[in-house]
């Protein structure tokens, strides 16, 4: 693992648990602009850790400290995520500057490294999220290309099988959505958000009779 000490941090709140770990893309056309931003004191960004797109590991902030990777988000009642998360930025450039997939030798140290993260932390399946779940407003990352299936084949995470029955009651698939953890207050941007993660083919923001029944399905398996 390769060190570069960022200055943008603080301490976590004392009575506050580390229970989410969050994925994000860096969103920039370099890794080194990527690393440059997040040790920018101006900037006032930060990940406890980054994954190049080569496999190479960085270490950023302390777990023990809090990364300023979340900004404005919310998940399952809670607002205050950079307080209570670990958060990853992922090399790529994003949608902004040509989103790609994911190489082989990034994803592979993804699931290294969350897996170690995993077993130290009592994170539960349900929160480990992307930065559009728990910001969907704002945020589109990590994005369609990222095998969010993959990763909960291997524990990170959870991937719902379809609900048998098919919801078409709106308040319904709300209700659900809001049990799953996302902020409702605007539907459209929170269905463009669980399709992003769960469905990523159709990322639309419209209902559809599979969008329904995965809503459903996850909902269930969510305590």
Known sequence: MKKRTSSNFDHRPVDVSI??????????????????????????????????????????????????????????GNTNINARSIGIEIVNPGHQFGYCEFP?????????LALDVLSRHPIPPQNVVGH?????????????????????????????SQADHLEQDLNALAS?????????SNLSMALKAFQRHYRPKR????????????????SQIIE
Not at 104 to 112: F, L
Not at 133 to 149: C, L, Q, S, V
Request: proline share 2%; glycine share 8%.
């Open 19 to 76: 229970d989410m770990l969050v994925f994000h893309y860096t969103g920039m056309q370099t890794a080194l602009s990527a690393l440059d931003r997040m040790c920018d004191l101006e900037a006032e960004v930060s990940a406890h850790y980054m994954v190049d797109e080569d496999g190479s590991i960085w270490s950023l902030v302390e777990e023990v400290d809090r990364a300023w990777h979340a900004g404005v988000a919310y998940w399952r």
């Open 132 to 160: 559009s779940d728990i910001a969907p407003t704002r945020k589109t990352d990590p994005g369609e290309f990222f095998n969010w299936a993959r990763l909960a084949e291997l524990g990170i995470g959870l991937w719902p």
């Open 104 to 112: 082989e030798a990034q994803m592979q140290s993804v699931i290294e």
């Open 176 to 184: 659900a959505l809001t049990h799953i953890g996302y902020n409702v």
């Open 203 to 218: 990322v639309t923001g419209r209902i559809d009779s599979e969008t329904a029944r995965l809503i459903i399905g996850l």
